[in-house]
């Protein structure tokens, strides 16, 4: 079993970055295949972004593709969203995920652990 704990979310102006972290507990971090998601007022949960177990792979919603990056260190459990030239639509709540399976997944439903989520309110 993994936790996962979300930070670096917050305020910030259109145009503008953020960094998420999310920070996973256990010692089988790198079995995991990461994702993040976010949850809009009224809306349904949605696929941001994927890393593989290895860091070799990563997956991305068309909507952020080329504006926000993940990443991950597996040395420290913690996957990154880097989030750059934000846009007021990008305000949600974001969660990290993760998943044991093998292939990477972009569903909400093939995810086994889920954080807390963290803020992100982007101002236009």
């Known amino acids: 079993q993994v936790q996962l704990v979300e930070s670096g979310g917050g305020l910030v102006q259109a145009g503008g970055s953020l960094r998420l972290s999310c920070a996973a507990s256990?010692?089988?971090?790198?079995?995991?295949?990461m994702g993040w998601f976010r949850q809009a007022p009224d809306k349904a949960r949605e696929f941001v972004a994927a890393?593989?177990?290895?860091?070799?792979?990563?997956y991305y919603a068309n909507s952020v593709k080329g504006r926000f990056t993940i990443s991950r260190d597996n040395a420290k459990n913690t996957v990154y969203l880097q989030m750059n030239s934000l846009k007021p639509e990008d305000t949600a709540v974001y969660y990290c995920?993760?998943?044991?399976?093998?292939?990477?997944?972009?569903?909400?439903?093939?995810?086994?652990?889920w954080g807390q989520g963290t803020q992100v309110t982007v101002s236009s």
């Open positions: 995920a993760a998943d044991q399976a093998t292939v990477v997944a972009t569903t909400v439903r093939e995810y086994d652990y």
């Open positions: 256990g010692r089988t971090f790198s079995s995991y295949s």
């Open positions: 890393i593989s177990r290895s860091g070799g792979g990563t």
